[in-house]
């Protein structure tokens, strides 16, 4: 009889513990698909703002924690494409800040790392050239394009280096007159004359004739080191 007497209890509190359950987990289940929808419709931050807040919650939520890994890379990658280049690498630092196990978040942010070193390669070595260009010439040449055209990275000893291959395009400001190296051509360097050359002088050395306006594609390379405050040119 006592028996019989506690069973009408026990499944009151049976069925609260499973409503309990359903109410907490139905939450849960309905964030995360609130958190798909949003995807869906394009509002990733959103979605992932949502995910967050459901892990703050629940961070037992393990449905929350994968979708949150896949949605902070897409995004990552969403952020790359719009050259929004320091937010993709600040949304893949924050994703392993949380979970510095996320293999796929450590290699997209290698990836990312080494291509604006790249990029920031490229316009050092622009800044470079176009330097030594202007001081060497004294105004009477002019950078007007520049491309990199290869890039070799390699390590020794502990220490990175970096050899950048480049295309280049001059304009000749004014009318000059270039003494050209039988082995480096013209553009070993960029020290060049405003007076023609006579007598003797043009008769004996090979003396080449820029005018005014004229424009001459060069080529190159030029090496770097990385230090602790970024890349230096050699």
């Given at each position: ?6 069973q009408p ?7 609260g513990?499973?409503l ?30 949502k ?12 449905e ?12 990552a990658k ?9 937010q993709a690498?600040?949304k893949?630092?924050?994703e ?16 990312y ?8 390669l ?7 050239l ?24 390699q390590?020794f000893?502990?220490m ?11 304009e ?14 013209c ?5 060049f004359?405003?007076?023609?050359p ?21 080529s190159g ?14």
């Amino acid at each position: 009889m006592g028996g019989q007497n506690h069973q009408p209890m026990n499944r009151k509190i049976t069925a609260g513990a499973m409503l309990l359950t359903v109410l907490l987990c139905g939450g849960c289940e309905n964030k995360v698909e609130s958190a798909k929808k949003l995807w869906q419709e394009n509002n990733q931050d959103q979605a992932i703002i949502k995910l967050k807040e459901e892990l703050t919650k629940n961070p037992g939520n393990a449905e929350a924690t994968k979708l949150l890994e896949v949605y902070q890379l897409e995004f990552a990658k969403k952020l790359w494409k719009e050259s929004k280049q320091e937010q993709a690498i600040s949304k893949l630092k924050e994703e392993l800040t949380k979970n510095p196990g996320n293999a796929d978040a450590t290699k997209l942010l290698e990836v990312y790392q080494m291509e604006i070193d790249q990029q920031n390669l490229e316009k050092i070595a622009k800044e470079i050239l176009e330097t030594k260009i202007t001081g060497q010439s004294e105004g009477m040449v002019k950078l007007v394009d520049f491309e990199k055209t290869n890039g070799i990275k390699q390590s020794f000893n502990g220490m990175e280096f970096y050899t950048l291959e480049y295309s280049a395009t001059v304009e000749f400001q004014q009318e000059v007159w270039k003494e050209c190296d039988p082995f480096q051509g013209c553009f070993g360097d960029f020290h060049f004359r405003n007076v023609a050359p006579r007598g003797m002088e043009a008769a004996v050395l090979s003396f080449k004739h820029f005018a005014t306006g004229s424009k001459v594609k060069t080529s190159g390379k030029m090496g770097f080191q990385k230090t602790e405050k970024g890349w230096r040119g050699n």
